[in-house]
């Protein structure tokens, strides 16, 4: 319509520069063509609409939009709620992340002064790693030593036993899957980490046992 209109302006002003005996019927249709487009633009402000014909998608890994669009087909309308992905990462740069991620997790979960060749504590096992696209899950070739939480158990023999963590490492929307394994030798806890434990097993029993109570305290005194 707002081309119709516009159309309208140009011939109403051809005829008023143009054909002097047509002046007044020229300026009513100028006139009335002025007034319909003003209103159809206000009308299209005041409600927040704007024409559209492509989107724009979030760089990669950016977010998932959402947006409400109308279609018009001459007087019929129907709306449509759009999820617009953003832009797809190619097999080859896939690939290339997932190397990059592996090379940061070795780092995250190993601590500066643990190694895989000893390790007597429990281990930080993220699923996700900060500016990649991937969602990790984690498998332990042995639970009952070494959880997929990375929890290490109480029935590690003292002279240390193999273990293998497997990470696998998926994007959504996309049929990508990366696979590493990291072998580990554990040994039981040491004096230190297990006495935090404990403790910090007691003060959560004792959080649950004075709930009824306004508040509780913290023990002075353990072991």
Known sequence: MIVIYGVGIIVAGWFLLRKRQH???????????????????SGKLLSGEESLSAFQREEKNGRKQYMEVTAVVGDETKDFRLEIAPQAYTAEELEKLWQESVESIEELIYPEDLSPDHVDRDLSLPDRIEGMPFMLQWESSNPLLVSQEGRLGSDIKSFGEQVSLTVTGRV???????????????????????????????????????????????PEVFE
């Open 172 to 218: 959504e929307d996309s049929s990508f899957v990366g696979s590493y394994q990291f072998y580990l030798n554990v040994f039981p806890k040491g004096t230190e980490a297990a006495f935090f434990e404990r403790l910090g097993a007691q003060i959560s029993e004792m959080e649950k046992e004075s709930r009824a109570d306004p508040g509780y305290n913290l």
């Open 23 to 41: 002046r007044k019927s020229a300026i009513i249709v100028m006139t009335g063509c002025i007034v319909a487009l003003l209103l159809e633009l």
